[in-house]
């Protein structure tokens, strides 16, 4: 028997819902239609690649993703999951509610094809290009100082877009996450909270709902909080869940309860 944290964090006005467990099991508890937006930075199935490649970057950095073990599945197990995810996330948006998934560049194709299959309407793959990424390797080939992300509409075309009558780039620059923002824990894929700010704020209204089911060390969820959303998020990772749950609650202004209860592995 182990201590697991199986329902993160409950507010008094249910603001914030934080689940440990797995994405599409905790999407299927969610009520259909109840979700205004989605922001979600989900595994780029990479890690094998990487690892094939024998990259020097676990020396480089102790917190490697591809060395963490939750982005190692087979690439047609990973399709499947991110089918259900698909699936799942069209059930609980809202019609002409938007998502934007990060997603590395060489893997953008197969998730429009999903996501199409789901009455999802692709709107355009965006870059984010970090200010200030890691020098690797800099004298043998070009920096990767870039990550894709994609916009989608469920069923609909068009929906919520709060550009105050400017015209907005589907081109992002932003430093990397900042130390400040990674002392509850880092996480190896963490994004700055400005670049989960410029989606929120564009992408939805205050008060309405923003589900994060790939949560991470938590961004979405303060961000949401500075910008007056409403929160759901999901992580399956024990160690990385209790750190956003440690850091969202640092932006709380009421306290926070979480229930611990034993399960089995």
């Known amino acids: 028997m182990t201590k697991r944290m199986v329902v993160a964090m409950e507010l008094q ?12 099991e905790k999407m299927k508890q969610l009520a259909p239609k109840s979700i205004d937006l989605i922001i979600t930075d ?20 102790k917190n490697f993703f591809g060395a963490a ?35 590395s560049l060489i893997r953008v194709e197969t998730l429009v094809e999903l996501a199409s299959k789901h009455k999802f309407y692709y709107k ?14 800099m004298n043998l080939h070009f920096i990767n100082s870039v990550e894709g992300w994609i916009y989608f ?23 990397a996450t900042p130390a ?21 704020d564009i992408l939805s209204n205050k008060d309405e709902v923003v589900l994060d089911p790939f949560m991470g060390s938590g961004t979405a969820g303060v961000v949401c909080k500075q910008l007056a959303r409403k929160f759901i998020g999901i992580e399956f990772n024990e160690q ?24 089995r592995r």
């Not at 989900?42 to 950095?61: E, H, I, S």
């Not at 355009?124 to 390797?137: E, Q, S, Y």
Request: proline letters at 4%; aromatic letters at 12%.
């Open 13 to 24: 006005d249910d603001r914030v819902r934080l689940y440990n467990g797995d994405c599409i």
């Open 42 to 61: 989900p595994p780029y199935n990479l890690g094998n690649f990487m690892r094939d490649r024998q990259t020097n970057l676990l020396k480089m950095r």
């Open 69 to 103: 073990g939750w982005d190692d599945l087979d690439f047609l197990d990973w399709v499947e999951h991110m089918n259900q995810f698909f699936e799942q996330a069209h059930r609980i948006l809202k019609d002409r509610g938007a998502m934007i998934i990060f997603m």
């Open 124 to 137: 355009t793959t965006g870059i984010w290009h970090k200010l200030n990424p890691m020098p690797r390797n």
């Open 153 to 175: 509409i469920n069923n609909g075309k068009t929906g919520t877009f709060n550009n105050q009558n400017k015209a907005i780039h589907d081109f992002i620059e932003t430093g």
């Open 180 to 200: 400040s923002e990674k002392k509850y824990g880092s996480h190896p894929t963490q994004k700055p909270e400005i670049l989960y700010s410029h989606f929120i």
């Open 240 to 263: 990385y869940f209790i750190n956003a749950s440690n850091r969202i609650n640092a932006t709380m202004e009421q306290k926070v309860v979480t229930d611990i209860k034993e399960t």
